[in-house]
Nanobody, 126 residues
Framework: QLQLVESGGGLVQPGGSLRLSCAAS????????IGWFRQAPGKEREGVSC????????NYASSVKGRFTISRDNAKNTVDLQMNNLKPEDTAVYYC???????????????????WGQGTQVTVSS
C-alpha cells in the first residue's frame, strides 16, 4: 500500500518553529517531486512548497518564502518542512503529496498528485 505519513504538527506561539516530516511507505520517493500543501478552515487548499526528486530545485509560496525550508533525505525516504517565525495565518492542516513527476512545475495541479498524506494540524496561537 502506497502511503505518506506526516508528523511534527502541533501548537506553537507566534514566532516559534516547527519541523514537519513526511515519511513514505510502500514506495520510494526518489523519483517523485514532493509538495507540501495546507488548508485552513473555510479556505481552499494551497501549495506551500515543493522539492524536486533530486533535491536540486525548490520553490515556495510567497507567503512562506524566507521562513520555511523544504529538504529531503532519499536514503531515509523522508521530506521535511522546517517552519520558522510562524504566524497565526500559518494555522492549517498541512499535507505532503508525491507528484507523478520528478520536477515541481505544475505540482499544485491535482492531476499531478499520485499519493496524499493524511495531514497534520499546525496551530499558531498565543
Amino acid at each position: 500500500q502506497l502511503q505518506l505519513v506526516e508528523s511534527g504538527g502541533g501548537l506553537v506561539q507566534p514566532g516559534g518553529s516547527l519541523r514537519l516530516s513526511c515519511a513514505a511507505s510502500g514506495f520510494t520517493l526518489d523519483d517523485h517531486a514532493i509538495g507540501w500543501f495546507r488548508q485552513a478552515p473555510g479556505k481552499e487548499r494551497e501549495g506551500v512548497s515543493c522539492i524536486s526528486s533530486s533535491g536540486g530545485n525548490t520553490n515556495y509560496a510567497s507567503s512562506v518564502k524566507g521562513r520555511f525550508t523544504i529538504s529531503r533525505d532519499n536514503a531515509k525516504n523522508t521530506v521535511d518542512l522546517q517552519m520558522n517565525n510562524l504566524k497565526p495565518e500559518d494555522t492549517a492542516v498541512y499535507y505532503c503529496a508525491a507528484t507523478i513527476f520528478g520536477y515541481c512545475s505544475g505540482y499544485m495541479s491535482s492531476g499531478s498528485i499520485a499519493v496524499w498524506g493524511q495531514g497534520t494540524q499546525v496551530t499558531v496561537s498565543s
